[in-house]
């Protein structure tokens, strides 16, 4: 029901497309948001554990570990408390993003843009996409839908597909996740030779009970060969193996090291598509991913230290870049890999409440900064750079406002949402290893600066608007968005209050492995962390704010360093030099060989009837009408001969 | 009876020699002739030796398909002429020429 919406409106504005017109935002709207009233009915109703549902047989599978009537791959459900909490994240941010669009989409005198139909069909797909991702209740649906989001999102990236750079940065989305995707669907075959089944609650059970050791209750539930599932699963590094090319995928997919490179480039699409990638689609798919397979991770270590500081890592990594970006999108794109690695980092560390938490939160409060962001580039008619703007506040107040509270939330700063949900992750990191700890505290840090240096630059200080610039404040249709999610950014955290977020999605997460978590509040890290958001505030507020001088003597102090964060650390240099270079010698060989290696074999082989017909068209085949006939009628008369001799 | 049937056995062979001819003459005058009427023309000339032949043959059987099917072959034939003839006049416009060989180029 809930993916179907979006995909409903997605077909109307598919097959009405002439028709629509203007009007095409409507069908994807209503799509969205009765997806959107149908998650919450699912939410208020119930205690949200309805179970997986299998809605139709798909494939058989013809090997049949099970008795013959499940050996499907079956388009079936599962929906449980951390579905349900998925689909409220996305389906709610996904109306409002929509919404927004219907603004955002259009030119200054208020016509349609180019392509506005296909701009909706899309986003409906979108959404649709992940939603079946977030409900699919076997490896294989999720799939699908990890490959669907991947698809959904290249084109929408290479939305404005007559610019070279939109459609560079749509190719490198998809190639980078391909990357990504080839080891999830790796892991997804190991899962399947190993399991002889997708199901997640069959590989779920199963997995648990072989840890247990417990092979009579495996034959019940029909599993081929409990022993060697056993064996596998206890003393062999199988499960590694699995966790590893799962998180592979999730690597792609959430931009996580080394391949977040795709991310910061999707800024090249418009900025809906950037809210909706980064709030709600798309890269909450792998943190959503590793927290389902939570039972397939926990136990091995390896894999848990792997995520763990490759979220670190990412998190801190791209916190650094972000300090010296000129690009108010970019900016927060950096924030969104850096983000997205705290959830990783608290998945690794076993707190998968809090992961799933901070997405929440995170999707409000991303959202909201990168629709206001959309908003001030609209009204700067595609100035990005906060070099040249600045004083904006006077113009757009309702903008600059919400991307206060946004900037707050994301900042951590007490009391909004992201403070909630950042500081349960580090608290959980410090607990659990206290070199991860720091990291988180120092990237929170460095949250805040980077945050309020864009919010000084943009909004503050002396406008350094470009000559004919007339920002002015958005329509309603994209201001009311920006206030609901304003809304949800400050309100958003307090659903955790004494627990409650994390005792409703924990019941289907808790697994044997994972110590339980506390829920209390650690008020030594909470006043920790609010002492460094307000520090990092406060030191952007003097550098660039105050006494903008600070910032261009740290810059000058510090050349080389400067240098290197402008540039991404080089990364994509690197990248550059080290792959796509000889990719691309190798792909010129190959042209090379193909065209005139293999080619040339086939241009002397066709030579042969070619030149046959030559001869032939020179000969006889000349084009007079008469010499065809008679032609013909001496073919018929020898014939006649031949019959007439052999009577 | 006798009579009869040496009558129609003659009839038979009249008929097949009659449409031979016809047909020969047909075959010359396609070959022969660059006029695309005449060649046209030529070509109903065939078709009606096919059709005596036809006709001829009938008469050996106490049927009537033979003579239903050239009836039918005639109707077509008919047809089929108006829409050569079409063709032959679009031809002739393209080229102001009703020569054959105008339309060598097209290596048909």
Request: with cysteine; proline share 4%; hydrophobic share 55%.
């Amino acid at each position: 029901m809930i993916p179907l919406l979006p995909l409903l409106g997605t077909l109307l504005v598919g097959v009405f497309l002439r028709v629509l017109r203007g009007r095409a935002h409507w069908p994807v709207i209503l799509g969205v948001a009765g997806a959107f009233v149908v998650s919450m009915v699912m939410w208020l109703t119930g205690d949200g554990d309805i179970g997986p549902r299998e809605v139709y047989r798909w494939i058989p599978t013809g090997v049949s570990a099970l008795p013959n009537d499940e050996a499907w791959f079956s388009i079936g459900f599962l929906i449980d408390p951390l579905t349900i909490v998925m689909l409220l994240t996305v389906t709610c941010v996904s109306t409002l993003v929509v919404i927004y669009s219907v603004g955002y989409m259009r030119e200054h005198d208020g016509q349609p843009e180019r392509g506005y139909e296909r701009f909706f069909a899309f986003m409906g797909l979108f959404v649709f996409s992940m939603c079946s991702l977030v409900l699919a209740g076997n490896f294989l649906l999720l799939y699908l839908g990890w490959e669907a989001v991947g698809l959904c999102s290249y084109l929408l990236i290479g939305f404005y597909y007559q610019r070279p750079a939109a459609a560079a940065a749509a190719k490198k989305a998809f190639l980078v996740n391909r990357i990504g995707d080839f080891g999830f669907g790796l892991g997804v075959l190991l899962i399947y030779f190993t399991f002889g089944s997708l199901d997640y609650s069959t590989v779920f059970e199963a997995t648990r009970l072989a840890l247990e050791g417990n092979a009579a209750e495996l034959a019940n539930r029909h599993i081929a060969n409990p022993d060697q599932l056993i064996y596998q699963l206890g003393y062999t590094h199988r499960l590694t193996w699995i966790a590893l090319l799962l998180f592979c995928g999730a690597i792609g997919k959430s931009a996580q090291l080394p391949l977040y490179v795709w991310l910061p480039d999707a800024m090249e699409g418009p900025s809906p598509v950037s809210a909706l990638i980064h709030a709600a689609t798309m890269v909450t798919a792998g943190v959503y991913m590793v927290a389902r397979c939570g039972i397939i991770f926990a136990p091995s270590d390896t894999a848990m230290t792997v995520v763990a500081w490759i979220g670190g890592l990412t998190a801190i990594f791209s916190a650094t870049i972000a300090l010296a970006q000129y690009d108010l999108k970019r900016i927060l794109a950096y924030s969104t890999v850096s983000q997205l690695g705290y959830m990783f980092l608290a998945l690794g560390v076993a707190a998968p409440a809090a992961a799933i938490f901070h997405l929440h939160t995170h999707a409000f409060f991303k959202g909201l900064l990168f629709l206001a962001a959309g908003s001030v580039m609209h009204a700067m008619a595609g100035t990005i750079d906060i070099r040249k703007l600045g004083g904006l506040s006077k113009h757009m107040p309702i903008t600059c406002m919400t991307f206060w509270i946004g900037g707050l939330a994301l900042a951590g700063f007490p009391l909004l949402s992201g403070f909630w949900s950042k500081d349960e992750i580090v608290a959980a990191a410090l607990h659990h290893n206290t070199a991860l700890g720091v990291i988180g505290l120092v990237t929170a840090v460095m949250t805040a600066f980077y945050t309020f240096r864009a919010i000084f630059m943009t909004f503050h200080g002396q406008p350094r608007l470009p000559e004919g610039a007339h920002p002015h404040e958005q329509p309603r249709v994209m201001t009311w968005p920006l206030c609901v999610l304003a809304l949800g950014a400050v309100l958003a955290g307090y659903w955790n209050i004494a627990g409650h977020f994390a005792h409703y999605v924990e019941r289907v997460m808790t697994v044997p492995h994972w110590a339980p978590e506390e829920h209390g509040h650690d008020y030594a890290v909470m006043g920790l962390s609010a002492v460094l958001a307000i520090a990092g505030i406060a030191a952007a507020w003097l550098a660039y704010n105050k006494k903008p001088a600070i910032a261009e003597g740290v810059a000058r102090a510090l050349p080389t360093a400067y240098r290197i964060l402008n540039n991404k650390w080089y990364v994509d240099e690197i990248y550059d030099a080290c792959l796509i270079r000889p990719l691309r010698g190798i792909g010129r060989l190959c042209w090379r060989i193909d065209d005139w290696g293999i080619d040339g074999i086939i241009w002397i082989v066709t030579a042969i009837p070619r030149g046959t017909a030559w001869a032939m068209q020179q000969s006889v085949q000349r084009g007079a009408l008469q010499g065809y006939a008679l032609t013909g009628a001496l073919a018929i008369a020898i014939l006649l001969a031949w019959v007439l001799a052999k009577m | 009876m006798m009579a009869d049937a040496a009558i129609l056995a003659a009839f038979k062979w009249h008929c097949m020699v009659l449409g031979a001819v016809l047909f020969g003459l047909g075959l010359i005058g396609f070959v022969a002739r660059r006029n695309l009427i005449v060649m046209f023309l030529s070509t109903e000339v065939m078709l009606q030796g096919v059709l005596v032949n036809l006709l001829g043959f009938n008469s050996v059987y106490p049927t009537l398909n033979g003579q239903s099917f050239a009836l039918f072959i005639l109707v077509v034939a008919a047809v089929e002429a108006a829409v050569g003839l079409g063709l032959i006049v679009f031809l002739y416009r393209l080229r102001r020429s009703l020569d054959s060989e105008a339309w060598r180029s097209m290596s048909g």
